[in-house]
């Protein structure tokens, strides 16, 4: 059965999320280099990233740093039109604070769906979010291609649901995960955004 809807997870997908982690460090006053290694740890030992506060001792909250345009990966944009122009419906969704929402939208991408996880009140790796995906994008699950950086959060909730998982690999989380043995279980396996839209279409 041929992809007719692909959606995206945002951050490390479409958004390089190296200049808001820094920002993180910078303000809790850890060097980056610091900050960077205990995040890689934290991924690497399976532990949610959120974790790397408690590991470096800091107690008190950060605010959520913002995307800003200039954070979107350069092949983000090419991809989503190059998708659009052969007629597939498009989603952009992940864990995210609804604020996200905006940003997105400031971005100006023709998409058919722009959600997040806070927006919808179930977080990935849920089963639930995926249901509600296959419900908003209305085709059959084996029909939805769903593109993320992580095995945990995208990969395998996804196939779990019947659709199309494919992992790309970027970030720190695409980068430790593909060596993790269950990133075979992805349909699909690329390096760059640039490489989706033809290795959708061989499927």
């Given at each position: 059965?041929?992809?007719?809807?692909?959606?995206f997870d945002?951050g490390?997908?479409?958004?390089?999320?190296?200049?808001?982690?820094?920002?993180?460090?910078?303000?809790?006053g850890?060097t980056?280099l610091?900050?960077?290694?205990?995040?890689?740890?934290?991924?690497?030992?399976?532990?949610?990233?959120r974790n790397?506060?408690?590991?470096?001792?800091?107690?008190e909250?950060?605010?959520?740093?913002?995307?800003?345009?200039?954070?979107?990966?350069?092949?983000?944009a090419?991809c989503?039109?190059?998708?659009?122009?052969?007629?597939?419906w498009?989603?952009?969704?992940?864990?995210q604070?609804?604020?996200?929402?905006?940003f997105?939208?400031?971005?100006?991408?023709?998409?058919?769906?722009?959600?997040?996880?806070?927006s919808?009140?179930?977080?990935?790796?849920?089963?639930a979010?995926?249901t509600?995906?296959a419900?908003?994008?209305d085709?059959?699950?084996?029909?939805?291609?769903?593109?993320?950086?992580?095995?945990?959060?995208?990969?395998?909730?996804?196939?779990?649901?019947g659709?199309?998982a494919?992992?790309?690999?970027?970030?720190?989380?695409?980068?430790?995960?593909?060596?993790?043995p269950e990133?075979r279980?992805a349909?699909?396996?690329i390096?760059?955004l640039a490489?989706?839209p033809e290795?959708?279409?061989?499927?």
């Amino acid at each position: 059965m041929a992809v007719r809807a692909v959606v995206f997870d945002v951050g490390e997908t479409l958004v390089d999320e190296t200049r808001a982690w820094g920002v993180y460090a910078d303000r809790v006053g850890v060097t980056r280099l610091t900050f960077f290694a205990a995040l890689g740890a934290v991924i690497e030992n399976r532990q949610d990233h959120r974790n790397v506060f408690e590991l470096l001792g800091i107690t008190e909250w950060v605010d959520w740093i913002p995307y800003e345009p200039e954070d979107l990966y350069d092949d983000a944009a090419p991809c989503l039109r190059e998708l659009r122009a052969r007629g597939l419906w498009l989603g952009l969704v992940g864990n995210q604070p609804t604020r996200t929402e905006a940003f997105l939208q400031q971005c100006g991408f023709e998409v058919d769906l722009m959600a997040s996880s806070e927006s919808w009140g179930v977080n990935k790796p849920d089963p639930a979010f995926f249901t509600r995906l296959a419900d908003e994008a209305d085709f059959d699950p084996k029909e939805i291609a769903y593109v993320g950086d992580r095995v945990d959060n995208d990969v395998l909730p996804a196939r779990a649901a019947g659709m199309i998982a494919v992992l790309i690999r970027r970030g720190p989380w695409g980068h430790l995960h593909s060596h993790w043995p269950e990133s075979r279980e992805a349909h699909v396996r690329i390096d760059s955004l640039a490489e989706l839209p033809e290795a959708l279409a061989v499927l």
